[in-house]
């Protein structure tokens, strides 16, 4: 049974940073892609930051050069660090892992991963 455990989200005014911690049980952080989603209330979910076993990343237009993901494979964590956050940044994340391995590439279907609960993000402005 993989489980994703995400932590680290709070409230923050804008400008402030967060780090994202995504600790996996049952999947190790090399075996595929894995992600950062989140959704806003009314809003589909959508891909913020992914990272391949490769350690190819890739970001939504809205958070380059502000978010970056990355993973400490020797403790078997993914992280994401939060910059310059804005009132636009609020949305619950998800941490999110490819059902499929060692896929040479992220898929952008929610349906393509295993999820986390969600941790929630808040900007004040």
Request: charge should be positive; glycine fraction near 10%; aromatic fraction near 12%.
């Amino acid at each position: 049974q993989v489980q994703l455990v995400e932590s680290g989200g709070g409230s923050v005014q804008a400008g402030g940073s967060l780090r994202l911690s995504c600790v996996p049980s049952g999947y190790i952080v090399t075996r595929s892609c894995m992600g950062w989603f989140r959704q806003a209330p009314g809003k589909e979910r959508e891909g913020v930051a992914h990272i391949r076993p490769d350690g190819y990343t890739t970001y939504a237009e809205t958070v380059k050069g502000r978010f970056t993901i990355s993973k400490d494979i020797a403790k078997n964590i993914l992280y994401l660090q939060m910059n310059s956050l804005q009132p636009e940044d609020t949305a619950m994340y998800y941490c999110a892992a490819d059902r499929f391995d060692s896929r040479n590439y992220c898929p952008r279907a929610v349906t393509s991963y295993y999820w986390g609960q969600g941790t929630q993000v808040t900007v004040a402005s």
